[in-house]
């Protein structure tokens, strides 16, 4: 479904990003781990098309996304939850929701049921502005507005940052229901080992600008979290 191809990327005289590869298996969800710094952000803005490789290519199905602005890649399936959320805090759950139905692949004005199915508290608080709501109110809000463009691939940056516990364990069930009941593959940038083990099901590990491991998340050792995570 989605194929980063010897992809690098500099600010500047800075590289960020050294010939990262990566296959992301179809109704799946991948995480991407690594230290703060490694680059794994700026991985994502650059498939996502907010930033552009200085080298290699992103691609999706059959679709060459390089060249392509993020609004395009958006409308053939491909969505972003990014770190801090960034919802509208002076528009309300419900305008907040609306927004995304512009970028959705058949068009419609009509938030889908689903959305409050899988998170009731949007649906209590739809007319309550996004800026009043909790840190993990708010999370919920930045994933459905992701979900209303009806993408086929959902790329998340830290969906647990800052969250509570509670909140955590009822984001992982609605991804995992996503991906298990609905065939959604999901590219998740985390740091929370023990939910990317409950909820993932392979790993990519990127150290000093590169990816140095990768596998089942049943697989990631002690010793590769010692040698790459560990601070």
Known sequence: MLTIQNLSFSYGV???????????????????????????????????????????AVLMGEHDLTDLAADRRSALGLGLVPQGRRIFPRLTVIENLRVALAARRQPTDRIPDDIYDL??????????????????????????????????????????????????QHIGTVLRHLVDERGLTIVMVEQYLDFVKEIGDRFFLMDRRRVVAEGLTSDLSADLVHRHLTV
Do not use: Y
């Open 14 to 56: 800075i590289q960020v990003l050294d010939d990262i590869t990566m296959v992301v298996p179809t109704g799946r969800i991948t995480c991407i781990l690594g230290r703060n710094g490694v680059g794994k952000t700026t991985l994502l803005m650059n498939v996502m098309g907010l930033l552009r490789p200085t080298i290699g």
């Open 119 to 168: 998170f009731p508290v949007l649906k209590t608080m739809s007319h309550r502005r996004g800026g009043d709501l909790s840190g993990g109110q708010q999370q919920q809000l930045a994933i459905a507005r992701a979900l209303v463009a009806d993408p086929q691939v959902l790329l998340l940056d830290e969906p647990t940052e800052g969250i509570q516990p509670n909140v955590i």
